[in-house]
């Protein structure tokens, strides 16, 4: 062999082995560590997402965290401190050999171990089965920190929901989503006993299906995360444009936001460049206003807007929403700065405890927040001497945000994600509006339809967390 083949020969060997410990290299971005985060609390979890955002990445490298149990330093997901079974799902044998097989093991030759699973905790030779195609993996085995083996079973939904019967897996992973729901209600079941965790990561082109409206409804351990071409800096624009463009209409936003065809359409049907905004330093002579959902049965929100009263246009400047926590931690997002704004609420701030007879709205300002002296309603009609309590009807207030993103009178700082997540799944269904996953949105309605209300510093700040209280009606139906 010539030295020039020699070199050649020990930089490929150089190159194999460090792709041997290819998980190392991972840098997740912000929306794939709360993924990974929302482990913790939701044994349900979906990532409905853009084409070539990093979906099937991120749950390739969670399940080889899994398998192995060498967790990094950042990790505050979900951990398995014993070797584990992990299930993962793939349409057909082709789909679980090129993309699944692919992305944990690299391959099983020479470049076995070059995937998300390093190849020393590899444990002998991966299993194949018949499947008129070659070299397609059943099973292998990983080595797991605690000195166990871990062992992967790599399905296909083309086996028919009663393969995925019979065992309890710590993990299921479904890369794409399977034509018979029942597959993924088997997994549900199968985690129970283990109490396991499922994900599903894909791309929304068969539209509103079952599985999307199990996690767009949520609940209790249901965890739903979209991601866009925007969420993705390894895409370049002139890459993510030309392709676009290439796509056929009715599934471009599917395979470039995440966005699944909405029964009738979303009910914000405008381009989400033109209401983003880069973060800038909002000038002290705007108005400011807060508004805040409380989270009853569903997840709590909290927005904080900015309106420029001489251009007429409002900002949403910051925003979040969080399930499962208490009013302090609420109010501690709401005080976290400028606690001199005023907040506005739904009527549902008015319910009483059964046990004190306290309101939401009570413990909220016993807790320093400045909650406006009434829930939130729209300003009187022309001839009325007061503003009217009771049901407010949302479709003005949806009218009133869609002109305005229309019209360039609304912006939202860029960095405000699940603000856009919920923009991006906000449709109707039969005429209706239907109202899920809608908390921030529902936070920023109130914060708007009180803007009359706004207060800025260089004119005075008044406070209403002594003021009396007035019920309304909620907007939620």
Same mark, same amino acid.
């Given at each position: 062999m010539s030295d020039l083949a020699r070199i050649a020969e020990l930089t490929r060997q150089f190159q194999l082995q460090v792709s041997r410990n290819r998980i190392a290299t991972y840098k997740p971005y912000p929306w794939q560590k709360d993924f990974h985060a929302a482990g913790v609390t939701n044994p349900e979890r979906m990532l409905m997402a853009a084409n &070539?955002?990093?979906?099937?990445?991120?749950?390739?490298?969670?399940? @080889?965290?899994?398998?192995t149990g060498d967790y990094p330093e950042w990790w505050v997901g979900r951990r398995f401190d014993k070797p584990t079974l992990v299930w993962t799902g793939s349409p057909t044998n082709e789909t679980s050999k090129d993309i699944v097989q692919n992305e944990l093991l690299g391959g099983i030759g020479e470049t076995l171990g070059t995937g998300w699973?390093? &190849?020393?905790?590899?444990?002998? &030779?991966?299993?194949?089965?018949q499947a008129g195609v070659k070299n397609v993996v059943d099973t292998f085995s990983v080595r797991h920190k605690s000195g166990g083996l871990s062992l992967c079973v790599l399905k296909t939904y083309e086996q028919g929901w009663q393969k995925w019967q019979g065992t309890a897996p710590h993990v299921v992973w479904m890369d794409e989503e399977p034509d018979d729901y029942k597959i993924f209600s088997e997994s549900q079941t199968r985690i129970l006993t283990s109490?396991?965790?499922? *994900?599903?990561?894909?791309?929304? *082109?068969?539209?509103?299906?079952?599985?999307?409206?199990?996690?767009?409804?949520?609940?209790?351990g249901i965890y739903l995360k979209g991601a866009t071409w925007e969420d993705a800096p390894h895409l370049k624009k002139e890459d993510r444009d030309r392709l676009a463009s @290439?796509?056929?209409?009715?599934?471009?936003?599917?395979?470039?936001?995440?966005?699944?065809?909405?029964?009738e359409g979303g009910v914000f049907p405008v381009d989400e460049e033109d209401i983003t905004v880069d973060p800038f330093r909002i000038p002290e002579h705007w108005a400011r206003i807060k508004g805040c959902d409380f989270g009853i049965n569903?997840?709590?929100?909290?927005?904080?807007?900015?309106?420029?009263?001489?251009?007429?246009?409002?900002?949403?400047?910051?925003?979040y929403r969080k399930s499962d926590e208490k009013v302090p931690y609420h109010a501690a997002w709401l005080n976290k700065s400028n606690k001199w704004i005023p907040v506005a609420w739904p009527h549902d701030g008015m319910n009483r405890e059964k046990s004190g007879g306290k309101t939401l709205a009570a413990h909220y300002r016993e807790h320093d927040v400045n909650m406006m002296s009434k829930s939130a309603r729209y300003? &009187?009609?022309?001839?009325?001497?007061?503003?009217?309590?009771?049901?407010?009807p949302v479709e003005p207030i949806v009218d009133e945000m869609l002109e305005r993103m229309s019209t360039g009178r609304f912006k939202a700082f860029a960095n405000l994600r699940d603000f856009f997540e919920e923009v991006r799944g906000y449709h109707r269904k039969d005429g209706q509006i239907v109202a899920i996953r809608d908390d921030i949105l529902k936070a920023l309605f109130y914060a708007v339809m009180m803007k009359r209300y706004a207060v800025s510093p260089s004119v005075g700040v008044r406070s209403f967390s002594s003021a009396p209280t007035q019920s309304i009606a909620s907007m939620r139906s």
């Open positions: &070539r955002v990093g979906k099937t990445v991120s749950a390739a490298c969670e399940v @080889s965290f899994h398998l699973v390093p &190849r020393a905790k590899i444990f002998g &030779r991966p299993t194949t089965r109490k396991g965790i499922v *994900l599903v990561t894909f791309t929304p *082109l068969l539209g509103v299906t079952e599985l999307v409206q199990h996690f767009m409804q949520g609940g209790p @290439s796509y056929r209409a009715h599934e471009r936003k599917a395979r470039t936001q995440g966005i699944p065809m909405m029964g569903h997840p709590a929100a909290g927005v904080e807007i900015a309106w420029d009263r001489e251009a007429d246009v409002i900002y949403l400047i910051d925003c300003p &009187r009609a022309q001839g009325e001497t007061t503003d009217k309590g009771g049901p407010q």
